[in-house]
T-cell receptor, first 114, second 114 residues
């Protein structure tokens, strides 16, 4: 079974600075998806960014980018120019290519200091 | 994308009672998923709700405790039966986004069992 590990329970960063959240995963599959979701206090899970494993190019969405290292099974999230609204729990998630369910990591609580 | 509505948003329940959570999707989806998020924890998949057949439960979750209905392609319910304080959690409904690979989530139902 696939597992997802987030080794940083909490992170904090000064507003406008850059922060990187770590995620590693374990799988024997070659095709899969990886995601970062954000969960603010409102509880709503919001997709931040998505990466298909067959794509070598790292995904980017505005201030959010990933460093996808397939051989190392690593999928970190970089947030540039951090804003107060970025404060939330961030979950890394894995999805097999042929399935729809997601496997989540433990989460990282991100605090933005003004 | 899909918009998912859940109700109730929150409830306080007495030990030994049961509560049914409803999930409505604004478009037809093949599979719907029910996750549990215990306080301060990550999301754990309870079961996959399949239209026209019985739900598929993950290890550690049983139908007697978490019966699920899926009468059509846009609606599902999860019942938490014979509740105990350990069932106090957020329960989230989600559904697949097809080719994009992502799951969309409802806002969750926060249950507190006294």
């Amino acid at each position: 079974a696939q597992t997802v590990t987030q080794s940083q329970p909490e992170m904090s960063v000064q507003e406008a600075e850059t922060v990187t959240l770590s995620c590693t995963y374990d799988t024997s599959e070659s095709d899969y998806y990886l995601f970062w979701y954000k969960q603010p206090p409102s509880r709503q899970m919001i997709l931040v960014i998505r990466q298909e494993a067959y794509k070598q190019q790292n995904a980017t969405e505005n201030r959010f980018s990933v460093n996808f290292q397939k051989a190392a099974k690593s999928f970190s999230l970089k947030i540039s120019d951090s804003q107060l609204g970025d404060a939330a729990m961030y979950f890394c998630a894995y999805r097999s290519w042929g399935a729809q369910k997601l496997v989540f990591g433990q989460g990282t609580r991100l605090t933005i200091n003004p | 994308s899909a918009v998912i509505s859940q109700k109730p948003s929150r409830d306080i329940c007495q030990r030994g009672t049961s509560l049914t959570i409803q999930c409505q999707v604004d478009s037809q989806v093949t599979m719907m998923f029910w996750y549990r998020q215990q306080p301060g924890q990550s999301l754990t998949l309870i079961a996959t709700a399949n239209q026209g057949s019985e739900a598929t439960y993950e290890s550690g979750f049983v139908i007697d405790k978490f019966p699920i209905s899926r009468p059509n392609l846009t609606f599902s319910t999860l019942t938490v039966s014979n509740m105990s304080p350990e069932d106090s959690s957020i329960y989230l409904c989600s559904a697949g986004g097809g080719d994009t690979g992502e799951l969309f989530f409802g806002e969750g139902s926060r249950l507190t069992v006294l």
